[in-house]
C-alpha cells in the first residue's frame, strides 16, 4: 500500500506520461527528418512517392510488435498509417518542388 495520497499518486503518473508525451514527440521529430532524407532522395532519382510493400511490411512489423508489447495491434496500425499519410505528403511536395527547380 502506498504512502502517498491518491492526489500525489496521480500527479506522478501524470508527471510519467508527460515525459513519455515528451519523449514521442521527439522520435516523432527524428523519423520526420529522416523520412525528409527519404523524400529528398526519391525526388533526386524520380522514385514514387510511396512503397506499398514496404509499407505491408511495415504494417506486419509493427503488429507484431504491439502484439509483443501487450499493445492493441489494431492502433499500432491506425497510427502508422496515419504517419505515413503524412510521410507521402511531405514526399509529394518535395517531389513537386523538385519538379519545378
Known sequence: ???RTPQEQLERL?????NIDAALVHM???RFKATQLVGELKAEHRM???DPAREARQIQRLRELAEAAHLDPEFAEK???FVVAEVI???TR???EAATE
Open 89 to 91: 505528403q511531405h514526399h
Open 48 to 50: 514514387p512517392a510511396s
Open 28 to 30: 516523432l521529430a527524428e
Open 14 to 18: 501524470r508527471s510519467s506520461i508527460d
Open 94 to 96: 518535395i517531389a513537386d
Open 79 to 81: 497510427w502508422f498509417n
Open 1 to 3: 500500500m502506498s504512502d
